[in-house]
């Protein structure tokens, strides 16, 4: 009767997931997107680029080997667009490689062009020769992800003025940077291009960065930032952007004006929607192109499910992915669980930031009483060995259980050792497992041990005294 059994419109990480996992129940399966975007905005010019970047800048710059060879060691003296371009070029084509043989292995068809709804289970797909095919399906899952929100007064040119997925692109390394926006893409392209040498600016019109993180964590980050030659401008707009023949000229709305190469706005992103003639399958989007759904990914349409970033928060690709898995197994009719409620953070910035759980502030708010453990990577022989010497892990603990109630990492590899703690805690574990456990020596997981044992000798300490 239909085409498809399930078609699926996008192919970055919530789609793919969402089109094997239907393939693996032996569903005919289509997914839908352009030949220049296989893998998505998280491949092309999001995810993937960016920390590759990172790791070139990381690598190239020599920053991370400085705690051991000095302030003034790095690998190659001037760094070009070209050095960081390699890495990431060849990574992009590795990564879509694999997409193209995990799709092909599954049978998946892959259906090159742009899709447009024409009915609840049809839509023209547009492969760019100037006519459109019709496709038709059961059930449909749109993966369409989001594109970086651009605010109409400000002319973007892609050189001079640009966005977070057109900052991947520019031609040469910027003396001097403005960043519009301290959210983590903003932070973590501010931290980037200070370590190549960039004097870069963030203005912010709140009070703080990173709201959502330990404020200790924050605060040691702004630190380095600012060792970088970062400078902050927290509750501030940007009035206007005006370009000239050699920079831009960034007026503020308290009437402060920076000078700086490149200006890069970071207002959040906008669901890819606008082309997709929802009102034709009986949908609607929000003004940011976001789409209502259900428990279970499912729109008001029975049919019509949608996942990923065009659903609004959280946005990360590694809960992407589990939300596409969850969709096709609903669509198909499979019994599902639901998705974690412990997802882990991950903020790639220089140093890198990674939690799971609840904050010190959040913990306060709710009168939940809880007690530090903090380990530091210069006190481990690993964090020496790799010249981390302001890397720290925190842990929020229970004073009458023992629970882990929240895991903060800051410094290299943060996002890795996480896991661990997200491990015990959804496991229902305690500091105890900590104390106990025996680590690989020398790591920096060890850091568990150490502040495991920290905070359980601050709670023998009150138990003593309070009985």
């Known amino acids: 009767m239909y085409d498809y059994d399930l078609l699926v419109l996008g192919s970055g990480p919530s789609g793919q997931k969402a089109a094997i996992a239907a393939a693996k129940l032996g569903r005919r399966v289509g997914i839908v997107d352009r030949r220049d975007m296989i893998g998505g905005v998280c491949i092309n010019t999001g995810t993937v680029p960016s920390k590759t970047l990172r790791e070139a800048v990381l690598y190239l710059t020599g ?72 496709v038709t399906f059961d059930k449909i899952i749109i993966a369409a992800g989001t594109r970086p929100a651009r605010p109409d007064s400000v002319d973007f040119d892609d050189r001079t003025i640009v966005d977070s997925d057109g900052v991947i692109n520019l031609q040469a390394v910027p003396r001097s940077m403005v960043v519009v926006g301290a959210g983590v893409i903003g932070m973590e392209y501010a931290s980037m291009f200070a370590a190549l040498g960039t004097k870069v600016t963030v203005v912010e019109r709140r009070d703080r960065m990173l709201e959502f993180c330990d404020e200790e964590v924050v605060e040691s980050l702004k630190y380095h930032l600012r060792d970088l030659s970062v400078a902050f401008r927290f509750g501030e707009e940007v009035a206007a952007v005006e370009k000239h023949q050699t920079a831009a000229l960034c007026i503020l709305k308290s009437g402060k004006k920076i000078v700086a190469d490149t200006v890069m706005y970071s207002a959040g992103r906008q669901g890819q929607t606008d082309d997709l003639g929802l009102e034709a399958a009986g949908l609607e989007a929000d003004r940011r192109g976001r789409i209502a759904v259900d428990a279970n ?171």
């Not at 193209?100 to 068809?109: C, E, H, P």
């Not at 029975?302 to 928060?313: E, L, M």
């Not at 661990?420 to 790591?443: E, H, K, R, S, W």
């Open 297 to 467: 990914y499912r729109t008001p349409v029975d049919n019509i499910y949608a996942v990923g970033d065009v659903i609004g928060f959280p946005a990360l690709a590694s809960t992407s992915m589990e939300q596409g898995r969850l969709a096709a197994q609903h669509a198909c009719g499979e019994p599902i669980r639901e998705m974690h409620g412990l997802q882990p953070i991950g903020i790639y910035t220089i140093p890198e930031i990674s939690f799971v759980g609840q904050t010190e502030a959040q913990l306060t708010d709710t009168s939940t009483p809880f007690e530090v453990g903090i380990a530091r990577y210069r006190e481990l022989a690993r964090g020496q060995i790799v010249g981390d010497s302001y890397g720290m892990l925190k842990l929020l603990v229970s004073p009458d259980d023992g629970r882990l109630l929240g895991v903060h990492v800051f410094g290299t590899a943060a996002t890795e050792i996480v896991h661990i703690g997200q491990a015990v805690m959804g496991c229902g574990g305690t500091i105890d497992y900590l104390v106990d456990a025996v680590f690989n020596y020398p790591t920096l997981a060890e850091a568990y041990k150490v502040a495991a044992l920290d905070a359980s000798n601050k709670i023998r300490n009150i138990t003593r005294i309070d009985g």
């Open 63 to 134: 920053l991370s080997q400085r705690d051991l060879y000095g302030s003034s060691y790095r690998v190659k003296d001037e760094i070009t667009v070209s050095d960081l371009a390699a890495r990431t070029q060849h990574v992009i084509a590795r990564q879509t490689d694999v997409i193209r043989n995990q799709l092909a292995r599954n049978r998946v068809a892959m259906i090159t062009g742009t899709g447009r709804f024409a009915d609840p289970h049809t839509i023209w797909v547009d492969g760019g020769s100037g006519r459109e095919s019709r």
